[in-house]
């Protein structure tokens, strides 16, 4: 079932495509030696060629264009050996050089696809249209002082990735569906750090609706959303605007929109600009970007393993469901802290200590899995001690708890504590016979039929020892003095 809004006049079917700025990983620039760290100082990362002085000639950063490659690689996307740049030229106070250089007819990454996991378990392939590298711009501050604005050029000449993808998204769950794992892929490769709330990764999002079965209708595209949550809602707050519009006569007009997060809804900014606008041409400072088919070789080999990749084999070696595997490897912390636990472990309980109790934990205590409230080690060495009947599962549950609370590693809380279970049979049997002596007219009741109360027995057992009896031990002693 194909998702619609219904409107006054039937099913409306949204069409989506996402434009994704991604900030490169990288010391320096696109064309310069400046350094790029996030939050330094207002002006203390440019360089003359960042501020636009004239005369200074741009220098190509070769590990910028890696990491282009790397992330044409990791999209399944065409890698083009030769590429250029082109000036986009436009006025605004925070781009001093009066253009922006990037490439425009000649992308140095083409076509790739990503697939895209959905809520109820489904797969779709989104299409990619092409990557290109091109500057940031500066950042003008406006809240520095009542009556001036002042600009800051750190961000400028910063190398970007724009992703431009084909309109195959058709709800707000597939875009935020496709930016999840686009995010996701550039973390795992190291090429963004996808940090949305930094800037480092941002959408401008294009929607139009249309009859199911026709072709497109206009687009309007929505600029800068910083989250992915809002990306959602930008996403289905347009497409209903649309639908008004196109119901009540009119006609949607294409042109840049913001998206309003106070109040969920989209307002004009300006009318778009076409190409011929920024009066595109080669950059005459830069040759021709030309690369080696045997660097993107070699760049190919060195790729770190992938999500999809990561996924399938949580499935195939650690026997996990392909939920719980899509679910650990989301972040690459996730999945590196679940493998050091289920590593010559039980693999499936590992799976559930992670996702369950570590998660839980980590909500609670405001952690991150970066720096998680209890390490893998912890976590593994409480696994063994389950796995040699030092502890149950609920007594592994109290030991957790502490582990949360203390810092400390379960050994020592064990020891502490003496939260050892009994697994001698002798010390059960002993307990047992208490219990059934202090009920006995409820041991008659059962022999008499009442088989309910066989859980009674257990719990009173378990309270007599304070929780620490190994449960299937005082099942099998109370089968076998009750029967
Ligand atoms: P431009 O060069 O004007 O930005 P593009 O053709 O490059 O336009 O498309 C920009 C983005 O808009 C792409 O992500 C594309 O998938 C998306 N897009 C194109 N047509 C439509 C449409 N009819 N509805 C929704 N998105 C669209
Ligand atoms: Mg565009």
Redo the contacts with the bound molecule.
Sequence with gaps: MSYTIDGETGAWEL?????VHAQVVSNAKLFSGAATAFGAEPNSQVSFIDAGFPGMLPVINRECVAQAVRTGLGLNAQVNLWSRFDRKNYFYADLPQGYQISQYAHPIIGEGKIEIELQDGSTKTIGI?RLHLEQDAGKSLHDQHPTKSFIDLNRSGVALMEI????DMRSPEEAGAYLTKLRQILRYLGTCDGNMEEGSMRADV???VRKPGEG????C?VKNVNSIRFVMQAVEAEARRQIEVWESGGTVEQETRLFDTGRGVTRSMRS?E??HDYRYFPDPDLPPLVIEQSWVDQLKAALPELPDQRRARYVRDYGVTPYDAHVLTLEKETAAYYEAVARGRDAKLAANWVMGDLFAAINRTKTSIAEPPVSAADLGALLDLMADNTLSGKLAKEVFEVMVETGRAPGTIVEERGLRQVTDTGAIEAVVDGVLAANADKVAEFRSGKEKLFGFFVGQTMKAMQGKGNPALVNEVLKKKLA
């Design positions: 069409v989506i495509g996402l434009e249209t431009v993808s084909e309109p294009n929607v139009s497109y209708r206009t687009r595209e778009k076409d190409a």
